[in-house]
């Protein structure tokens, strides 16, 4: 199993970026997908999920309106749309699979390396 997170940049306050979670090794479309984030200093966040079959999506309320996922399972991608960016949104953002979207980072299994976005003006 081997997730790849890519997309992160640099952006403005305000500003848009969209991630992406490619996967391969494994059949995406049977797995949910979480998205994290650990900025300096803090803990892991975990942000959002899409269960498979995309029944269930799902935010935490520091992103909740701006961000939307998504997935593709015949091109194995998840995305994240960002919207809206703020400082605070500035972290290392990461992908990481489960069969459901239950449990906190500990549950989660199969990490990528991580995409860095910076909100700066």
């Known amino acids: 199993f081997q997730l790849v997170e890519s997309g992160g940049g640099l952006v403005q306050p305000g500003g848009s970026l969209e991630l992406s979670c490619t996967a391969s090794?494994?059949?995406?479309?049977?797995?949910?997908i979480g998205w994290f984030r650990q900025a300096p200093g803090k803990e892991r966040e975990r942000i959002s999920c899409i269960d498979s079959g995309d029944r269930n999506r799902n935010y935490a309320d520091s992103v909740k309106g701006r961000f939307t996922v998504s997935r593709d399972d015949a091109r194995a991608i998840v995305y994240l749309r960002m919207s809206g960016l703020k400082p605070e949104d500035t972290a290392i953002y990461y992908c990481?699979?489960?069969?459901?979207?239950?449990?906190?980072?500990?549950?989660?299994?199969?990490w990528g390396q991580g995409t860095q976005v910076t909100v700066s003006p």
């Open positions: 990481a699979t489960r069969p459901l979207c239950d449990g906190g980072p500990a549950e989660f299994r199969d």
């Open positions: 090794g494994f059949e995406l479309q049977h797995y949910a």
